[in-house]
């Protein structure tokens, strides 16, 4: 290929990035704006005019993945003996042919998992740990030495950066994490973070190692350069040797890993380290509509972010829908409902995607699209029913059915003292990580049995247990392809046709425990990776409760104000207190007793007075709910629950405004049923 046709392919911006072939040279690249085109013909670009030997170019990204697709777009542009490298493999590769040379002998074996070494370090120290907390331990170790902080050094640093492991102290991590160091090194092993120490050592200590880095690499080019954690700066440093022929490329909007390390002020503040810098900003997104920018660019208005403002290049599309929901259940059941108009209208599954904050949220979503038949593929964590904890949890209550201890307690009770026998409790660990994660599970399995009790006029624990069965079963049928369902940090680098951002209600966007300026920013950006993951439809969604009949106590995110039209909601807290609508009931309607349990709260009414509804409507309105869920191969309490037809039966409603303002019912579930139960009602 020409130099002038490889130019010639490019818009102002990405040809201004290409023919800054000599360095320093930062890119400032929004999403969607074509980045990896504009750095890949830089580089052929350079290579076609003679100015870089192909051979003595090093290009470096985070994933594998990342790398390949550099590779192969490289080869076609006539380029394909450039290195595309991620950190990790690059240093490796240096390591392995380096290190028999300067000690002798071969390098440390590289381990694929830190959890054998660290479970020995806690045992050495006499700690009790589960799968969960070694998990976050490997975590926390991960980001000491990216960090640069050693284990002598983390009891005083770990908690001026906010660092923590649920159930232990700072000083107990830096023991285990110094044990940890010593099992491996005594077994002859090395982490992935090592693999970047160890090629920073080999350049520091032997200038005979560094000269020769250096000679076979002259020009380098970093993707995602947000994302550069303090020793990936350090070998990158070294690697440079006081050079300045380098290119980075990031966006300081998609910064969302500085819990793992990440610091965007290398990116923000490279032309402070390298004088002459040459900036250009990437602004033209070809990515998604109008409308889903204008979403992306308001969301970053008056943010501390110092981030591009995108330029939509594609024609309008579609708004951005904003939907406000009764509970969790019924949001599901709205995405669902969304998902199959859009497959039925010709956008393929697989160009689909449910996104929220946490793994535990995909629950809802994996029981709404398999009770429609759905297919879908979760990315980067277990099916809820394939978590280790949740099935667990499963064999354990089963073993309580074994044991004869179904009917000491109340179901509830029951089910939160097995859990409890797990570690769970009411109140959420105040970190993150692999403990918060297994905790919300747990949580989640707690919120199904309430649920179960409230729906069912004689819960027990057996048919609870059957109940659970029956949803695993569901979801367990193998697909070819399928929506995808993922954290928010998971679909980083991914696209889709249409995106689903649910759950986006105060407490999960940003999280509970984004508990400083600085962590509520990063959830922000976090947010705005999640909705320039979207070409053309994007869905927006929150809900006003947990569980249906739950009180709506929730706040759809604060970062939607602004974006959002007026919801209900707004337009309740207008009214102010005395007129918003009680979503519970505290004394009987009829006698004006105290309601003692959650049931009659729902009702309104005293189990043991008259009941106040007709009772012969409410069997039709059971009857009707029994077929309609036998044709949809769902519970009969997701179709509505009994109080909900309680209420239909003793208001008697004429129209769909009426059906509105029944406790239970939803814009999902009225689009849905309201034609059946009215004409019922009539």
Known sequence: MRADDLLNALDPEQRAVAEALRGPVRVLAGAGTGKTRAITHRIAYGVATGVYNPSEVLAVTFTTRAAGEMRGRLRTLGAAGVQARTFHSAALRQVRYFWPRVYGG????LTESKIPFIANAARRNRVEVDQARLRDLASEIEWS?????RPDDYERIAPTRGREVNGLDHAMVSRIFASYEEVKRDQGRMDMEDVLLCGAALLSEDERVAAEVRRQY???VVDEFQDVSPIQSALLDLWLGGRNEICVVGDPAQTIYSFAGARAAYLTDFPRKFDHTTSVELTRNYRSTPQVIAAANGLLKGAATNSVEL???RGGGAEVSYREA???????EAAAIEIARLRDAGTPLREMAVLFRINAQSQTFEEALASRNIAYVIRGAARFFDRAEVRQALALLRGNLRAGEAARDGLVDQVTGVLGGMGWSREAPGARGQARDRWESLHALVSQAEEYVEHELAPTLEGFVAELDRRAHEQHAPVAEGVTLATLHAAKGLEWDAVFLCGMQEGSMPITYADTPAAVEEERRLLYVGITRARTHLWISWSLARTPGGQARRKPS???????P????DRADSRGPTKRRSRKAIVCKQCQAPLASSRERNRGYCADCPVPYDEELFESLKAWRKLRADSESVPAFVVFSDATLEAIAEVRPQDRRGLLMINGIGAAKL???ADDVLEILC
């Open 106 to 109: 071969e390098p440390p074996q």
């Open 145 to 149: 030495k990216v960090s640069n902080v």
């Open 218 to 220: 002259k020009w380098f």
């Open 311 to 313: 330029r939509a290049q």
């Open 326 to 332: 009764t509970d969790e259940v019924a949001e599901a």
């Open 558 to 564: 604060r970062f939607l104000a602004g974006l959002r």
């Open 566 to 569: 007026e919801s209900a909601t």
């Open 671 to 673: 689009e849905k049923y």
